[in-house]
């Protein structure tokens, strides 16, 4: 029997579709790959046995990310980012009264769900992961990514041949070997793709998690963490688990990559590790959080030249403004220091465009500011936050032009799929900051 679906509404108005199967004191949400259907998956004996005895663990949640499956579509081939999956998240845990849960990933779920536990530590009794990366794309010291000319058969092929009975045997075939003659579960597949994503909404999603990339994420995780890998990205997943602290990392011998084949392996593991946590806290005086810093340029010639009581008043104006753009974006105001601000978010994208809103905003004043951006680990004190990734952040706004929203490297590889687009301002050393750090500056909207 298929759970009953319900929806669950974010704060930006889209309606979310999940089910919840179970009871008992530990929540459990269960995320799958990018693309999901949650009644079609259901249709699968092997899927449904397995979330039948996830559920014997706890309560149950799972869920279709915006613009997929039985979730709002979202315009054209757009489809959400990592940040919005995580505002999905959040709609659906609180609509299914759920104040923490262990989020148990599959494959390209898993970005998004490190980007999750490491913002939200509060939220998350523990993470698992299953046979899930960190990064799609090839790169000098990412050896096990995909190189352009594989990324680019990859993306024909999401855009001509979706949902064909001939790509899902392909994808079956490569997927789980065992059963790559499996004419039931080839069909399945097939109709799975068509019921959970147009072509074009699966080219724009594997755009994004290939562009994406949250290694700078991992050592930022602080809630007990397990990783488990079939033999075909055991090395690619232990990599992984020996970026987040404490994590532990399980082989499973088998030649399926995914929970497909044979789940009980898997499920094995995760009632060893649900059971070893028990009541295990999650270090919350640590999160990760992205930090803006703004302030105006030349104020000290602009002072000088409008004489105190206008600029004054040009301050006054400047704050209000400014504290009504952070409101709207979901910024914390930490400080301000003369005419600059100190802010922080929960999500890298709503930080850059609260960013944008303040540069186009305070030229009607007559005044330009500049900002700079970097997510990382930070400390909490006193609801605070503080740290080496708050000094990073200051030193990249010291170093912004006019009007300019400049950024790490991080925060530009955790917006993947927002729409925002960088220009490259190449390597930079930083003041009292170890390392050469890369920085991009946000294209104008």
Not at 48 to 57: C, D, K, P, S, T
Not at 80 to 100: I, N, Q
Not at 257 to 262: G, L, R, T, V
Not at 365 to 391: P, Q, W
Request: with cysteine.
């Amino acid at each position: 029997m298929i759970p009953e679906t319900r929806y669950a509404k974010t704060v930006d108005g889209f309606n979310i579709a999940y089910h919840t199967l179970g009871e008992g004191p530990t929540d459990l949400v269960r995320i799958a790959s990018y693309f999901s259907n949650l009644e079609h998956i259901w249709a699968n004996p092997t899927i449904a046995n397995a979330g039948r005895a996830l559920a014997e663990l706890g309560r149950l949640i799972e869920f279709d990310a915006r613009g997929t499956g039985l979730s709002d579509r979202l315009r054209g081939d757009r489809l959400p980012s990592l940040e919005e999956r995580t505002d999905d998240l959040r709609a659906v845990m609180d609509a299914a009264r759920s104040d923490r849960a262990i989020l148990v990933a599959f494959a390209d779920a898993g970005p998004f769900c490190c980007l999750f536990a490491a913002t939200f530590p509060a939220r998350t009794k523990a993470l698992i992961l299953n046979n899930t990366r960190p990064r799609m794309a090839w790169a000098p010291d990412y050896p096990w990514g995909m190189t352009p000319e594989e990324f680019h058969s990859d993306l024909e092929a999401a855009q001509t041949r979706w949902g064909s009975r001939e790509y899902a045997a392909e994808m079956v075939r490569e997927t789980t070997p065992q059963r790559g003659n499996d004419d039931e579960l080839i069909e399945w597949w097939a109709s799975l793709m068509r019921q959970s994503a147009s072509s074009s909404a699966a080219a724009a999603l594997l755009r994004m998690y290939h562009d994406m990339d949250v290694r700078a994420v991992l050592p930022a995780i602080h809630v007990p963490t397990l990783v488990l890998a079939s033999d075909p990205a055991a090395e690619e997943s232990d990599a992984m688990a020996r970026r987040i602290p404490g994590a532990l990392f399980t082989r499973i011998r088998s030649a399926a990559p995914i929970f497909m084949a044979d789940p009980e392996p898997f499920l094995a593991e995760i009632r060893r590790f649900v059971s070893r946590i028990g009541e295990e806290e999650s270090d919350l005086d640590r999160v990760l959080a992205t930090v803006l810093f703004t302030d105006i340029v030349g104020s000290t010639a602009l002072a000088a030249d409008r004489g105190d009581r206008a600029w004054h008043d040009l301050i006054e104006r400047h704050h209000g403004f400014v504290r009504g753009v952070l409101a709207r974006w979901g910024g914390r105001e930490m400080d301000t220091a003369g005419d600059g601000f100190f802010a922080a978010f929960d999500g890298p994208a709503r930080a850059i465009r609260c960013a944008q809103a303040i540069v186009n905003g305070v030229r009607s004043m007559g005044i330009e500011i500049r900002a700079g951006l970097h997510t990382g680990e930070c400390d909490i004190t006193d609801d605070k936050v503080a740290g080496i990734s708050v000094a990073i952040g200051s030193r990249i706004a010291s170093m912004a032009r006019p009007s300019e929203v400049l950024v790490s490297r991080t925060v530009r590889d955790l917006v993947a799929g927002s729409g925002l687009a960088f220009e490259d301002r190449g390597e930079h050393e930083l003041k009292g900051v170890p390392d050469r750090w890369h920085l991009y500056s946000v294209v104008p909207t």
